[in-house]
């Protein structure tokens, strides 16, 4: 495809991705869970754990988004009777569009990611915006310390509210708690009316 049509079918998208702020939209993430447990044990009880470098304000407003998905998935918030520790970790990362004109390619006809020098993300201020964000949640098993279930999931995308977007990621990753298929899986999120 040459790029004038790339560009074309990139704004088409864009165009989309900003209507869908308004409609709801449907969220695609791409999970892996990791779990030894079969069934969820009595109490279903949890509380936060935080490491060093957590000790911010923004962990308890990630905490806040993930708590509705552990809640989904069975387990209560309880800080004084915990059975299982539960920590969670967050990233967004401002990354270049699929659709923008600053690729590169190579001699295969591959895109090459473009190198930016100077400053941060090396983004010019008329490319459409594009984040990449992860979440994390693993779950202990308390007083022993051994961790029961891990998961992860990742989106890419246009959204711009990360409130909506991080908890519709957690509702991703869990699920399937406690037991959730192995390998990775394509979680699709409805953010939104819809």
Not at 26 to 54: G, H, I, K, M, W
Not at 67 to 72: E, F, K, Q, S, T
Request: aromatic share 10%; with cysteine.
């Amino acid at each position: 495809m040459n790029r004038l049509v790339l560009r074309l079918l990139g704004s088409v998208l864009i165009l989309g991705a900003l209507s869908a702020c308004t409609n709801g939209y449907l969220l695609d993430n791409d999970v892996q869970s990791f779990s030894s447990l079969t069934a969820l044990p009595a109490p279903p009880t949890y509380r936060f754990e935080r490491l060093p470098s957590q000790q911010q304000p923004a962990q308890a407003q990630l905490e806040a988004m993930a708590d509705a998905a552990l809640h989904d998935a069975g387990l209560r918030r309880d800080d004084a009777n915990p059975h299982y520790s539960v920590q969670v970790s967050g990233d967004i990362h401002r990354i270049l569009s699929p659709w923008s004109s600053n690729w590169r390619y190579g001699a295969w006809g591959g895109p090459l990611r473009h190198h930016f020098g100077i400053g941060g993300t090396g983004l010019s201020g008329n490319e459409p915006y594009w984040y990449r964000r992860d979440v994390a949640v693993i779950v202990r098993e308390m007083p022993s310390n051994k961790v029961v279930f891990e998961t992860h999931a990742v989106n890419d995308g246009p959204w711009v509210d990360d409130q909506a977007v991080f908890t519709a990621m957690f509702k991703a990753a869990m699920q399937g708690f406690p037991a959730p298929p192995p390998g990775h899986r394509l979680v699709n999120i409805q953010v939104g009316a819809g």
